[in-house]
C-alpha cells in the first residue's frame, strides 16, 4: 500500500486547510485497512489525529481537534480527506497519513504503512 499525502501549507490561526491522502496498492490489501491522521510537532511524540474505517465508516477524533477536524472518504478515488477549521497554532507539525488494521486502538505502533507527511503551519 502507498500513501501520498497532499494539501499542507502555512495559515493564519482561525483559518482552514484540507489535507488529502491518496492510497494506492493491490485492491485486496487497500480494502482492508482503515487510514488515519497522525501528526508530529518538534520535540514531540506521533498523535493519532483522525481516523476512518474502510469497513463501515466509523469515525475517531483526538480531543483536541474534534469539533474542528473532520475526516471522509471517497471510495471511488481511494482518497482520504481530512478538512481542518478554525486552525490554532498548536495544530502545526507534520502530519502523517497512515493505513492501520480495521480493528486498530489507532496508535503509531499499530501502523502498517505511512506516507511521506505533509507540514502544516499555524501562524498567530
Known amino acids: 500500500v502507498q500513501l501520498v499525502e497532499s494539501g499542507g501549507g502555512l495559515v493564519q490561526a482561525g483559518g482552514s486547510l484540507r489535507l488529502s491522502c491518496a492510497a494506492s496498492?493491490?485492491?485486496?490489501?487497500?480494502?482492508?485497512?482503515?487510514i488515519g491522521w497522525f501528526r508530529q510537532a518538534p520535540g514531540k511524540e506521533r498523535e493519532g489525529v483522525s481516523y476512518?474505517?474502510?469497513?463501515?465508516?466509523?469515525?475517531f477524533y483526538g480531543d483536541s481537534v474534534k469539533g474542528r477536524f473532520t475526516i471522509s472518504i471517497d471510495n471511488a478515488k481511494n482518497t482520504v480527506y481530512q478538512q481542518m477549521n478554525n486552525l490554532k497554532p498548536e495544530d502545526t507539525g507534520v502530519y502523517y497519513c497512515a493505513a492501520l488494521p480495521d480493528d486498530t486502538d489507532f496508535i503509531p505502533e499499530e501502523v502498517d504503512y505511512w506516507g511521506q507527511g505533509t507540514q502544516v503551519t499555524v501562524s498567530t
Open positions: 476512518i474505517s474502510r469497513k463501515d465508516g466509523s469515525t
Open positions: 496498492g493491490e485492491t485486496e490489501d487497500t480494502d482492508v485497512y482503515g
